[in-house]
Structure formats: structure tokens, C-alpha cells
């Protein structure tokens, strides 16, 4: 018996991804076919909370309301359009085929598990590659201004880990264009009272009654105030976990707290330890760094990866001869060159560096040189292609790109795993689903450069608008919890017991201090290589860690006004704790899958070895009572419209 | 490698909350790294503050990499500080010197009460979208995307405006407070458009009256432009003129009919 089987015989959740019947192309239409409605009428005696406006929250609480929906929105940001979503810079996926150059809904889908070696669930993928398109016509009806061929036609650019050019994008930043025409959406609903919104206002916890998600309890970030919201159904649409290493190309506020709260409250957490780490970001300069900057991926497109040959090498990058670089992108994966998948130009980049070819005054980069480029196609072409990414380089690390090679090295940039959702993205508690980059389920242990704003994309408008309506229905006309209910005061009382609890240590060391240790611990044992001696050194220490946080945390303030280290001091706390389940998790993977490397587990080319005999499963943790014992249940996956392949990017 | 900026003095606006009185505390900062960003070089301050005992100095901030428009300081006089083209987030300390005098005050403007110390409150923004910032097109009905053909002198020109971050940068640097480079920005990102077509006149009308609801009028100073990280240029307030004046002509020759 494999792994996989035995750990599934011992599972403490029933785990049902209530994936369709029917063959991989029908199995969306099918379950739209089936599902049970709501009928216009009926809809507005229905209240949905969603928590989060990122694409996939503005797109939800947008979509939810134009169907009739009660929606209140929830942001800890002082606008929706603030969200971490806006930082996106490349571009966003869509199998139009546009170019002509091949692409299809088949070839996105194949793409995407491939790119995720193996690691996600087929039937979801496929629907991702199905929305896309859909996507891009509703942006582009809003008004997104994507950038055009002279033609007037919709241009593209090819990311890494595709053969196609299916990228569309609005010069270097996709992201924000994406999310101010979600907000858009979202603001005119807003205007007509079909969404309310609570801004600067956090989520602490989901409330339970019954083993239903009843409504949430929110702190105002403003008065301190605690307070208890009742809902039909709950969508956390609050982002990922990268911040977990400190250091991260995630705006400073990114956090873990709202899928964590949930997670305590009996959610599963899918495949942890499946983070991302971007091969474009400027290295670190010096110890003050409180984030680092990302260089879109397009850049890759057209700049060319090099290190000198030569570890003392001395020179400056365009005195360098030719013979004496080594493309080695171009050398190890000919047919991919500088666009192989992220993990694997991450930890081609970290190899060389750790073997002291690395450039730069501390040695912690690789070149990202354009000068091909703009030989060939001339200056101007390039600076309308990249320019506001050449003078963000310029502006950050004192060097002008056109004339001077970038120089770049990995970061923590996206995390795959999240909170478990099944096919409708329905955690297993009834009544709470999870959207966008806070669930696990489209990318399994690698996503692809520009596949995030697709999936947030999709999930907020043409997945989750459907399938609440599926669990909704049969409530019609019964009464839901209200906020008196005893379970409500429990939660709101829990919550307030833990703030007023940071504050009453007075001990010496800020969260911001406690951040930065923990994230070391992070980077070092569980980031882009991992090994069992690491991890286990690392589940000895961030307990030891988590136990000074509780006796010597120093938060200065008080709970009832605006107070911002209070807050982070939350959470620090669920970083901890998320933290050792990383951990956990990557140790109990004994095998290479995307980006969880371990070291153990590689071909003789250094590359992940896969053990799909054993391994073929998502990892979804049950809370355990405290964050050093958490159940594993598994998922098994089922490859059955794509062969399970070796994933090669040769 | 990094140099190190000595002995600068800080003096940085504190106000517990809306109404009550605020007052200028000054900080000194012995050293700090070139490389740092202003920010950073607050967050240090804040962790100095922390370990005495004291409450941090509160400010918004989020991205770090000018794209949110979360950060809001005016810096000696000047939104988002010295540097053109960039938001605070994007200002490093090598653009001082040592021993500086830096005044740190919050963006301040009728429409942006403080919230607290560097904190203030621009959710009037939100507002002016609300009131019609956006092209109606509920899900799901759009049309293959490929069907408007856009020339890319107007895609590339709505893209100019609506690269606004909505900071407020241009609200605080205006003597008048007014919000007509934001607004301006949104309407010509719209209004430029062939999607935004069918509510040219209704989405201009109503924002401007929600525009004139709660910030100054506009009296052609051009701080705005000289303080907005994303350079959006005054033109588009011309722009948001011309439409409103042709949105009031057609309402007006409605009522008549
Ligand atoms: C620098 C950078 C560049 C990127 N570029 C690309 C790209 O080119 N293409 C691509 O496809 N992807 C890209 N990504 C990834 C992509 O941007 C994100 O994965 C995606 O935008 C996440 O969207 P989201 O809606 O899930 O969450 P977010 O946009 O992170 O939104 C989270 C929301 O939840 C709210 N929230 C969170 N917790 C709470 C709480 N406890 N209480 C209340 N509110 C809460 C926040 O206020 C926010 O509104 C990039 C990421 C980074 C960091
Ligand atoms: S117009 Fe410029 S200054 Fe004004 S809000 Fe937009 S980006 Fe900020
Ligand atoms: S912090 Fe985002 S723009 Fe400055």
C-alpha cells in the first residue's frame, strides 16, 4: 500500500472535494447544469460577508451584489483599492489565442499542472483555463487599459514556464489596473447600497455555531472597538502568507491572520510549506531592509540571466568578455533559456551564489542584462516595454538599467498553500469559502508568473458567484444565528482577552523584532532548499521563539485607539504558529515537488525528484489544540486527463 | 558598499486623535544608512521609541514600492517630500544629508481629517468613485474583448491617467484643497475610452458634484501636478472641465425639453 493510502485511512476529516461527474471539459458545465439556485427575488434575504477586496474580493463582493445578494465587505486597508493586489506588475493569463500562436484552453490547463508539478487538482485547474477568457472580456468592457498593438488589438507577452504568448498586461503594472476596475465595480455598488463596507477594520475570527459559519468578529482599527458580524456565508478573500519570512516582495501588511483564525477554528490548511520564491527581485542592501522589491518576471522575456565565470572576477558587468559570462539559464534549459519556471531559476540563481559567483558589492545577486535587446530593437522599444520598471530599479538601487545590467536574486513573492477548499471553494466548514491567493487550490507546488490575478480573477467572479448560490439555497427561510448568539460573545470575548493580553506582558522586544527572528528561521530552514536536519532544527527553535514572544513581547499603546504595533503583535503571533506547521509539513513531504526542495530528494542533474508513489496527495492539517501538533489528513489527486510526467523545462 | 547619514533632527506632527490638539515632537536620529528608505528610517525610530517605553509614531504605509498610495507624508513643506515623480515610499535617505532639519507632517487638507498623528483620512475619495468612477458592466455580459479595437495613442493615453495611485498627494499640495487632478485623472482614464462612452456626461456630472461636496474649488495653482508621484498632468483637468461644461449643456437642454 502506498503512503498516500495509509495516511488516507487515518484521516481525521471526511474530505470530499465533491469534484463533478463527467469528463475534464464537461465537468464545470455539468456542475452549473446541477447546481441549485436562488432566485432573484429571494437573493437579497441572503447576507454574504466577504472579507478581503483583492481581486478576488472586490471581484466577489461586486458580483455577489449585482445578483442581489446583501453583501458587507470587509478591508483592514483604509480603501479597497489599496489591497496587496495593486503591487502586481507583470500580467495576467488567458488562453484567447490571440496571437495565434496555438494556445488553447487544453494547453493552459496542461500548463498549469505541469508548471505545479503534479501537485494540484485537475478538475479546477481546467476551470481556471476555461474562465480565463471570460476574464479579459469583462476587464476590458470595464475599462481596463491593456496595452494595444498599433492595430488596435489586444498585444501580449510570453511568461516564464509557457511556450505561448498569453500574457496580457498594462505596461509594468497589471495589477493595479486589474484591481482598480474591480474596485471600480465594487465602488458602484458601494454608492448603491448593495455592498457595505467596513474599512480599516480587521477580521480576527470566523464564529461557529453548530459547525456552520454563522458571521465574524472584527476589530476597528480605528477605536479598538471589538465587534460581531452574522452572515449566511463567509468568503475570506485575504491574500497570502509570504510575509512569513520578513523579508518578501508582499506589501508590509500581508499576513496569515485571517486563514489562520479560521484555520484554529477547525478549517483544514492545505500544503503549507508550498511557498514561492520569485527569481527577479533586487537583493537585499543592508540590515534596516523591511521588504524587498520585485522586478516583474516579462522581464525575462527579454533580459538575459549571467554570472561571471569567474568567482573573483572584479570587473564591471560591460567590461566582462563574453567568453567569460555564463548564460546559465540559456546553458542548463535550452529550450526554456531565461524563462524556465520560477523554483528552477531560483535555485539555479541561489547555487551559483552560494558558490561565490554571485555580483554586486555583497556578492547576493545574478546579472538580468538587457543590452541584446536593445541592440536589437533600439532603446525606445524597450523603454516602452519596461520603463517604469527600469526607473523603479534606477530609483531603488542607484543604477540605470539601460546602461548597467540589473542585478537580481531571489525572494518569498507567493504562497500556494492555504486554506482547503473543495471543488465550490467551500472550506470544510460549511459556510466558509476561501478565494484567491488564501485558498490552495489552482497551483499546486508552483504557480506560474501571471496565473495569480486569473485565479483571483476567477474565483471572485465566475466561480464563487455560482457556487454559494449551490450551498445558500436549501437555507431559504430559516433563521440564522444572530450576534447575541452565546457562541458570538465567546469569540468576541477570546479576542479581546488576547489584545489586552500582548499588552499586559511589557516585556522587552517589539513584534517587528520577533518578525525578523522568526522570518530568519524561516528563510533559512524552510525556504528554497530544505533538509530533515533543518526543518527538524527549525521546529526546536521557533517553539523557543514563540515562547519569549509570550513572556518578553513589548507592545507600547493601549486597545482602545488607533494603536499599529498592537496589531502587528497579532500577527507576529499567527506567523509563529503558521510557522511550525510550515515546517511540519515540509518535513513530512519526503520528496521534491515545485518549489519544496529537499535536498534529499533531487535527480543527479539537481533537479526536485517527485515520489508520486507516495506523494501524489494535497496535505490538509487539522488544528490539533496547539500550533506543535496539527492532524494530517491527505487528498489523494487523480491525474486523469493529463499523464503524470516527469516535468522537464530542458 | 553603504555610508551612513549622521545627526538628523526630526520634527514630527503627534495628535492622539481627530479632535484633539496636535504638536510638533522633535526626534534625533544619530545614524542611519543611506541605503535605508524614509520609512525605514521611521520604522528604526519607532523601534527606538518602542524599546524606551513610548508609543510609535503612527503612518500609513502598505506596497512600499509607490504603486498602493497608502503613504502620505508632506515632507519640509512638500507632499511626498523632495524628490519628483515618487511617493514617500519611494524617498531613500541618500537624498539627505547629515544634519538635516526634516518636518514631518501629515497630508492635511479639510477633506483628510487626522486620524492619528501621520494618519489622515481620505475615504472621500472613495466617495467621488462611488458616485460614478466606473464603467457600468455588471458580470458576465461582456463581449470578446478583441471586438473594440482601441488606437493605442487612446489606450496608451487613458493609461497615463489612470495610473493615479490616489495618494492625495495633489489635495494636500493645493492651497485650496481641491481634488480636481484626482478626479480629472479618473474622468480621463473613463472618459477617454470608447467602453466609457454611454456615461461620459452622467459619470463627469456626478462626480464633480460629489467632488465639489467636499473638497476646495479649484483655482488653476498647479501644485498638483508638481506633487503627484505618478506626474499625471494638469490637462486632464481641463479635460474634466470641458466634459462637465458639455454634461451641464445636455442636462440642461433635457430639462427644457
Ligand atoms: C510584487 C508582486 C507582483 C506580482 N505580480 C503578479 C503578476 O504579474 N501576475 C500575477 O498573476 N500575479 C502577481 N502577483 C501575485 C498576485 O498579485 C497576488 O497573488 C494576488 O493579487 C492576490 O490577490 P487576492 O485577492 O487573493 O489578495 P490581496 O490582493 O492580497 O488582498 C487581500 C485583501 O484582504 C484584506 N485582508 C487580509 N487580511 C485581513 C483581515 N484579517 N481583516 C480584514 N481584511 C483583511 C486586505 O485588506 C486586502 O483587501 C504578484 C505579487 C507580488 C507580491
Ligand atoms: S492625481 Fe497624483 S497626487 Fe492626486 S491622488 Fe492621483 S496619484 Fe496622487
Ligand atoms: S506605501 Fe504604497 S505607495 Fe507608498
Known amino acids: 500500500m502506498s503512503l498516500t493510502q495509509d495516511l488516507l485511512a487515518q484521516n481525521t476529516v471526511q474530505l470530499n472535494s465533491k469534484i463533478p461527474l463527467g469528463s475534464i471539459e464537461d465537468k464545470w458545465d455539468n456542475y452549473k447544469a446541477d447546481m441549485k439556485l436562488v432566485n432573484p427575488g429571494n437573493k437579497r434575504k441572503f447576507k454574504v460577508i466577504v472579507v478581503g477586496t483583492g481581486l478576488a474580493g472586490a471581484s466577489a463582493a461586486a458580483t455577489l451584489a449585482e445578483l442581489g445578494y446583501q453583501v458587507d465587505s470587509f478591508t483592514f486597508h483604509d480603501s479597497p483599492r489599496r489591497a496587496h493586489s495593486i503591487a502586481a506588475q507583470g500580467g495576467i493569463n488567458a488562453a484567447k489565442n490571440y496571437q495565434g500562436d496555438g494556445d488553447s484552453v487544453n494547453r493552459l490547463f496542461y500548463d498549469t499542472v505541469k508548471g505545479g508539478d503534479f501537485r494540484s487538482r485537475e478538475s479546477n485547474v481546467h476551470r481556471l483555463a476555461q474562465v480565463s477568457v471570460n476574464i479579459i472580456d469583462q476587464m476590458v468592457a470595464q475599462g481596463v487599459p491593456f496595452a494595444r498593438e498599433y492595430g488596435g488589438l489586444l498585444d501580449n507577452r510570453s511568461f516564464g514556464g509557457a511556450q505561448v504568448s498569453r500574457t496580457f498586461y498594462a505596461r509594468g503594472q497589471t495589477g493595479q489596473q486589474l484591481l482598480l476596475g474591480a474596485y471600480q465595480q465594487l465602488a458602484r455598488q458601494i454608492g448603491l447600497g448593495g455592498v457595505r463596507l467596513f474599512n480599516r477594520t480587521e477580521f480576527l475570527d470566523v464564529v461557529t455555531v453548530d459547525g456552520r459559519a454563522a458571521g465574524i468578529v472584527t476589530r476597528d482599527l480605528v477605536t479598538g472597538e471589538i465587534e460581531s458580524h452574522a452572515a449566511h456565508a463567509v468568503v475570506l478573500a485575504t491574500g497570502g502568507y509570504g510575509n512569513v519570512f520578513f523579508l518578501s516582495t508582499n506589501a508590509m501588511s500581508c499576513n496569515v491572520t485571517a486563514a489562520w483564525r479560521a484555520h484554529r477554528k477547525g478549517a483544514l490548511f492545505a500544503n503549507p510549506c508550498y511557498t514561492q520564491i520569485h527569481p527577479t527581485c533586487i537583493p537585499q542592501s543592508d540590515d534596516f531592509q523591511s521588504k524587498l522589491t520585485l522586478m516583474s518576471e516579462s522581464l525575462r522575456n527579454d533580459g538575459r540571466v549571467w554570472v561571471p565565470k569567474n568567482p573573483n572576477e572584479t570587473r564591471p558587468a560591460h567590461e566582462i568578455a563574453e567568453t567569460d559570462r555564463d548564460y546559465y539559464l540559456e546553458r542548463l534549459y535550452p529550450s526554456y533559456g531565461n524563462l524556465a519556471a520560477r523554483d528552477v531559476s531560483s535555485r539555479a540563481a541561489k547555487r551559483l551564489v552560494d558558490k561565490g559567483q554571485g555580483v554586486g558589492p555583497l556578492k547576493n545577486g545574478v546579472y538580468l542584462d538587457f543590452n541584446e535587446v536593445i541592440t536589437r530593437l533600439g532603446r525606445d522599444v524597450v523603454q516602452e516595454r519596461y520603463g517604469n520598471l527600469f526607473e523603479m530599479y534606477e530609483r531603488i538601487a542607484g543604477e540605470n538599467p539601460y546602461e548597467m545590467p540589473m542585478r537580481i536574486y531571489p525572494a518569498s513573492h507567493y504562497t500556494m498553500g492555504g486554506l482547503w477548499v473543495d471543488y465550490e471553494l467551500q472550506t470544510n466548514i460549511p459556510g466558509l469559502y476561501a478565494a484567491g491567493e488564501a485558498n490552495f487550490s489552482d497551483h499546486g507546488a508552483n504557480r506560474l508568473g501571471a496565473s495569480a490575478l486569473m485565479q483571483g480573477l476567477a474565483d471572485g467572479y465566475f466561480v464563487l458567484p455560482y457556487t454559494i448560490g449551490n450551498e445558500l439555497a436549501p437555507m431559504l427561510g430559516k433563521t440564522i444565528p444572530g450576534v447575541d448568539h452565546p457562541e458570538f460573545k465567546k469569540a468576541e470575548q477570546a479576542a479581546r482577552d488576547q489584545y489586552n493580553g500582548y499588552l499586559n506582558i511589557k516585556g522587552t522586544r517589539s513584534p517587528d523584532w520577533f518578525h525578523r527572528e522568526l522570518g530568519k528561521i524561516i528563510w533559512d530552514r524552510c525556504g528554497m532548499e530544505r533538509d530533515e536536519q533543518g526543518l527538524k532544527q527549525a521546529l526546536s527553535d521557533l517553539p523557543a521563539l514563540h515562547e519569549e514572544f509570550k513572556t518578553d513581547l513589548n507592545v507600547t499603546g493601549d486597545g482602545m485607539s488607533l494603536n499599529q504595533t498592537l496589531e502587528k503583535a497579532g500577527r507576529v503571533d499567527d506567523f509563529f504558529q503558521l510557522g511550525m506547521l510550515m515546517c511540519r509539513d515540509a518535513l513530512s513531504r519526503q520528496e521534491s515537488c515545485g518549489t519544496h526542495f529537499r535536498t534529499e530528494h533531487q535527480t543527479d542533474e539537481g533537479e526536485a525528484k517527485r515520489d508520486d508513489e507516495n506523494y501524489c496527495h494535497v496535505s490538509a492539517w487539522e488544528w490539533g489544540g496547539d500550533a506543535m501538533s496539527p492532524n494530517l489528513n491527505v487528498e489523494p489527486l487523480e491525474f486523469e486527463a493529463i499523464h503524470l510526467a516527469t516535468r522537464s523545462y530542458k | ?257
Open chain 2, 1 to 257: 558598499m553603504s555610508n551612513s547619514i549622521k545627526n538628523l533632527t526630526l520634527k514630527i506632527w503627534r495628535q492622539l486623535g481627530p479632535t484633539v490638539k496636535g504638536t510638533f515632537e522633535t526626534y534625533n536620529v544619530e545614524e542611519i544608512s543611506d541605503e535605508a528608505s524614509f520609512l525605514e528610517m521611521l520604522d528604526y525610530l519607532n523601534e527606538r521609541l518602542i524599546s524606551e517605553g513610548k508609543t510609535a509614531i503612527v503612518f500609513d504605509h502598505d506596497c512600499r514600492e509607490g504603486i498602493c498610495g497608502t503613504c502620505s507624508l508632506m515632507i519640509n513643506g512638500q507632499a511626498h517630500g523632495p524628490q519628483r515623480g515618487g511617493a514617500t515610499c519611494q524617498l531613500h535617505m541618500r537624498t539627505f544629508s547629515d544634519g538635516d532639519n526634516i518636518v514631518i507632517e501629515p497630508f492635511r487638507a479639510e477633506a483628510f481629517p487626522i486620524i492619528r498623528d501621520l494618519m489622515v483620512d481620505r475615504s472621500k475619495f472613495d466617495r467621488i468613485i462611488e458616485s460614478g468612477g466606473f464603467i457600468t458592466a455588471p458580470t458576465g455580459g461582456a463581449p470578446d474583448a478583441n471586438l473594440i479595437a482601441i488606437p493605442k495613442p487612446v489606450s496608451d493615453s487613458a493609461m497615463d491617467s489612470a495610473q493615479c495611485i490616489g495618494c492625495g498627494a495633489c489635495v494636500a499640495a493645493c492651497p485650496n484643497g481641491a481634488a480636481n487632478l484626482f478626479t480629472g485623472a479618473k474622468v480621463a482614464h473613463l472618459n477617454r475610452l470608447p467602453q466609457g462612452q454611454p456615461e461620459r456626461f452622467k459619470r463627469v456630472e456626478a462626480m464633480v458634484e460629489t467632488m465639489d461636496e467636499y473638497f476646495g474649488s479649484c483655482t488653476n495653482h498647479g501644485e498638483c501636478e508638481g506633487a503627484c508621484p505618478k506626474e499625471i498632468s494638469v490637462d486632464v483637468i481641463a479635460l474634466l472641465n470641458k466634459d462637465y461644461r458639455k454634461a451641464k449643456f445636455a442636462s440642461r437642454k433635457d430639462l427644457a425639453r
